[in-house]
């Protein structure tokens, strides 16, 4: 009997009959990390305390409580330390240090302070498969001959052809151009090559190199002795190279390309990486508090990837298979069921995230009508634009639907304003480098990392706390009033009120511990229906209105997506079900 016809014959589709068996089984235990809901803050654009136009630490603590009210578990910090920042901060010249732009030690203490009143954990952001080309080790590297101690920290090749001019491989960089950057020695001539899988002013590592391991457990001790809550690892999947440095003809991503299958990429989920991190764990085993790993790897196939989070290794990994997934009701089953089968069979929690600092929000994602954005990075003038009713209607039923999964969410800072992309900003205003190496064939990542909307009438939106403020590093678009945070703090209606009550919803009713069971009635539909303990979770994804069960409606996305008994398209819906 099809779900209409359940309807009306007045059969209740909350019933254990009406849902296949659970798909995954309730969490045991009071491990924090496998039901955590973390807030990404990336510093530069979260609040700026002293005027600069740049986001820093005391910025940051000084709006703990707003964050603490969305019922998150830990948040995590995008780089903050000393760097010259021609990567947003990825590129690190001092991992022990704060730059000066964002504080001081004692203002990052200040804030693992304030959040631990609140119960909320801080999670640093490590870069370790590259730093910045003014970090002390490479300065030294440059300055030492080849062959020495110091360039075995990095990776230098001497050059192919007869003279050593060609690059050392066929490597191209994630930023575009070559991967590979020759020196000039002290005498002045061309000397050795460099590998850096990012901007040329970030040298890949030597991680086959005991020194190298070394070096980066002082630094997890350093920040571990401070009480964090743990590290996100940045390209966590890229630290060793296959041995010899092989030719690659896939993309630079590692991702398949022309035949070349992604898991034979000789830069990415090399084999001996995982010994780096059984050594990470057991470092933070000997600390308190449950402190954790998060792994940013660009892995596939999902149980591949499943290799970085086994008991030994990463606590979690970031999902980009569900990150990236369309809005199509069959695509999304088929992600949670794959994400959830996989890091079940390894007893690891899946991992669920809509938007970061390195994609086009999902607010403006999903109202693209013409396929995704131009080289997958950003959306720029000369783009067709979301529409932005749409994108944002979408955005908040994915995201209701993402609270009810069980494991763990991270969320993107202003998600929960509904905020989206800066799609109309000058080309003279950005400043991500995979514009300016690509010549801006490719937009970059600017649009999702604009400074944060706080206050709706006051200068930069209240992001800049000061009576004569400097201009934002990035520009605001103007007609962002609408978004800011105190507008939206006395709206019932609002994106932030949605965040608020759901997430407190999710924690209430152990949400994210839970189990899921999809509908056996509407997998077929273009609803995602299922059941997580005694919540009915309903997306409708297609073009026409759906009928819901019976049931107490606890939550809705959107005001009004529920009439007669029916959930309008681009809408989500929790119901209370019935004990069965």
Do not use: T, V
């Given at each position: 009997m099809s779900e209409i016809a359940r309807l009306l014959h007045g059969e209740d589709l909350s019933s254990p009959d009406?849902?296949?068996a659970p798909l995954h089984a309730p969490s045991?235990?009071?491990?924090?990390?496998r039901s955590s809901v973390i807030y990404q803050v990336y510093p530069r654009s979260f609040r700026d305390s002293n005027g600069d136009g740049m986001g820093d630490l005391p910025g940051i603590t000084a709006e703990l409580d707003h964050l603490a009210e969305l019922s998150i578990d830990a948040l995590w910090l995008s780089p903050f330390f000393t760097s010259p920042q021609r990567d947003g901060g990825y590129d690190v010249a001092d991992y022990c240090d704060v730059d000066p732009l964002f504080g001081t030690l004692a203002d990052f203490d200040a804030l693992v302070a304030r959040a631990d009143r609140l119960g909320v954990r801080v999670i640093v952001d490590l870069v370790p498969n590259h730093c910045s080309s003014e970090h002390v080790l490479f300065?030294?590297?440059l300055a030492a001959p080849a062959g020495s101690a110091e360039r075995a920290m990095f990776i230098f090749r001497d050059g192919r052809g007869t003279d050593g001019s060609e690059p050392p491989n066929n490597w191209q960089s994630h930023f575009g151009g070559p991967a590979w950057t020759r020196v000039i020695d002290a005498d002045g001539t061309a000397g050795q090559w460099y590998l850096h899988l990012f901007d040329s002013s970030q040298p890949d590592f030597n991680w086959d190199n005991p020194a190298v391991r070394a070096e980066f457990e002082r630094v997890l001790r350093f920040w571990l002795d401070r009480g964090v809550g743990g590290f996100r690892v940045d390209v966590a999947h890229a630290l060793i190279k296959a041995e010899g440095l092989p030719d690659w003809g896939g993309r630079a991503d590692g991702g398949s390309s022309e035949g070349f299958p992604g898991w034979e990429a000789p830069m990415f989920g090399q084999e001996e990486i995982h010994d780096i991190y059984r050594?990470?764990?057991?470092?933070?085993a000997e600390y308190d508090g449950e402190r954790i790993l998060c792994a940013e790897a660009s892995i596939d196939p999902l149980p591949r990837l499943t290799n970085w989070v086994r008991s030994d290794q990463m606590h979690q990994a970031f999902n980009f298979a569900y990150l990236h997934h369309p809005w199509n009701a069959h695509g999304l089953r088929h992600v949670i069921s794959?994400?959830?089968t996989a890091f079940d069979a390894v007893d690891a929690p899946t991992t669920w995230v809509l938007s970061n600092h390195d994609v086009v929000r999902h607010a403006s994602r999903f109202g693209l009508t013409d396929g995704p954005p131009r080289g997958g990075d950003g959306i720029g003038r000369s783009d067709a634009q979301p529409d932005t009713a749409t994108g944002l209607a979408?955005?908040?039923?994915?995201?209701?639907?993402?609270?009810?999964?069980?494991g763990g969410i991270y969320l993107y800072q202003g998600?929960?304003?509904g905020l989206p992309d800066h799609t109309a900003m000058p080309d003279d205003a950005r400043q991500d480098p995979t514009f300016v190496r690509t010549a801006g064939e490719r937009i970059g990542r600017d649009g999702c990392r604009v400074p944060l909307p706080w206050q709706a009438a006051a200068p930069a939106f209240g992001f800049v706390d000061a009576e004569a403020p400097a201009t934002p590093w990035l520009p605001q678009p103007e007609g962002w009033a609408e978004y800011a945070r105190d507008v939206q703090s006395a709206d019932p209606e609002s994106t932030l009120s949605l965040y608020r009550t759901a997430l407190q919803l999710r924690r209430d009713l152990r949400l994210g511990a839970g189990s899921l069971s999809w509908s056996r009635d509407f997998e077929a539909s273009d609803v995602v229906a299922f059941r997580n303990g005694e919540v009915l979770v309903m997306l409708n994804m297609g073009e026409f209105a759906a009928p819901l069960p019976e049931g107490t409606v606890i939550a809705t996305s959107t005001p009004g997506s529920v009439t007669d008994g029916m959930l309008a398209p681009d809408a989500c819906v929790w119901l209370m079900a019935s004990a069965g």
């Open positions: 009406a849902f296949h045991e235990g009071d491990q924090w990390w300065r030294a590297a050594q990470w764990r057991a470092i933070l794959s994400s959830l979408r955005a908040r039923a994915a995201s209701l639907a993402m609270f009810a999964l069980p998600e929960e304003l």
